[in-house]
Structure formats: structure tokens, C-alpha cells
């Protein structure tokens, strides 16, 4: 994805306040795991940036895709992760939340609600059904593949 998730650039939240974060982000996968590699193009101020600023490289998150997102975000609450990241999707109730370790090493945990399965699915799908000869599958935006592949969230 060329151009992040959409455009124009949604707003997130890092820390409570809006920012504005340009990426350009890559998957794959290793058997149903999905790796994704997110480049951020912009210096808004992001878990990205604090991960690279701290000198750090390599695993910045692992993310769950939870079936209960209450239950999921009240146990790494509990267990004393610190929400940091906040994607709020329009008509949406619940977010797709980052945490930082409470022990600061160690990767952040993101929190991804049940109605983006169909999302990883339809990646993991386009994926499998590949058949050409260039490895790389180029979207605009994750906006437009989600629309390329029929995934509606109703």
C-alpha cells in the first residue's frame, strides 16, 4: 500500500492527542501469520517514530486479532499495558489499539477487533490466489484494496 490507509490521511490518536500519520505499509505471511511492514513517511509523532527514536529496530508490535475486544483490552489493561495508539474507524465502536509494555522492553501489543477479520482474510486470500510472475501486488491505499476485494464490515 502506497499510500498508507487512505486518503486524505485519517486522523489517529497518539498519547490523546490527533495526529496525522503518513505510511506506506507492506504484508505477507508465513503460514496464517501475517507480517506487516510499515514504513512511516511523515514525522507525526506515532509508536513508530518513539520506536525509532529509541534507537530500536526490528519487532515494534505484535497484534492480536481478538474475538472479544472488551475482554481482550480490559486483560492487557489489567496485566499493566498503557494504551498509547488509537485508530478510530468511522461508524465504528471499537478501535484498534496499541499498548506499551509495562516493562518498557519489549514489543507494543495491538488489539484489533473482531470485524477486521475480514480484512486479514481477504489480504491472506489475495495472497494465496496469486498467480503471476512479480511478487509484489501494489494497492494505492489499504482503502482500496479493502474495496478491490469486496470487504464490507455491516
Known amino acids: 500500500m502506497e499510500r498508507g490507509v ?5 486522523t489517529t490518536w497518539h498519547r490523546g492527542q ?6 506506506k505499509l ?3 505471511y508465513m503460514g496464517d501469520v501475517q507480517i ?12 513508530y517514530t518513539d520506536f525509532l527514536a529509541a534507537g530500536r529496530e526490528g519487532l ?22 498503557e494504551r498509547d495508539y488509537e485508530i478510530r474507524v ?12 509495562p516493562d518498557l522492553y ?18 491472506l486470500d489475495h495472497i494465496r490466489a496469486y498467480a503471476g510472475t512479480h511478487p509484489i ?6 482503502s482500496a484494496f479493502i474495496q478491490h476485494a469486496g470487504v464490507t464490515f455491516d
Do not use: C, K
Open 36 to 47: 506487516e511492514l510499515i514504513e512511516q513517511t511523515n514525522n507525526a509523532s506515532s509508536p
Open 137 to 142: 501486488i501494489r494497492f494505492d491505499t489499504y
Open 90 to 101: 468511522a461508524g465504528q465502536d471499537q478501535s484498534i489499539l496499541y499498548y506499551r509494555s
Open 26 to 28: 507492506a504484508f505477507g
Open 106 to 123: 519489549g514489543p507494543m501489543l495491538e488489539i484489533v477487533p473482531p470485524m477486521w477479520r475480514r480484512s486479514r482474510q481477504a489480504v
Open 60 to 81: 515494534q508490535h505484535l497484534g492480536f486479532w481478538v474475538h472479544d475486544h472488551a475482554e481482550a483490552t480490559a486483560r492487557v489493561e489489567a496485566a499493566g499495558y
Open 18 to 23: 490527533p495526529v496525522e500519520v503518513e505510511l
Open 6 to 10: 487512505s486518503q486524505p490521511v485519517s
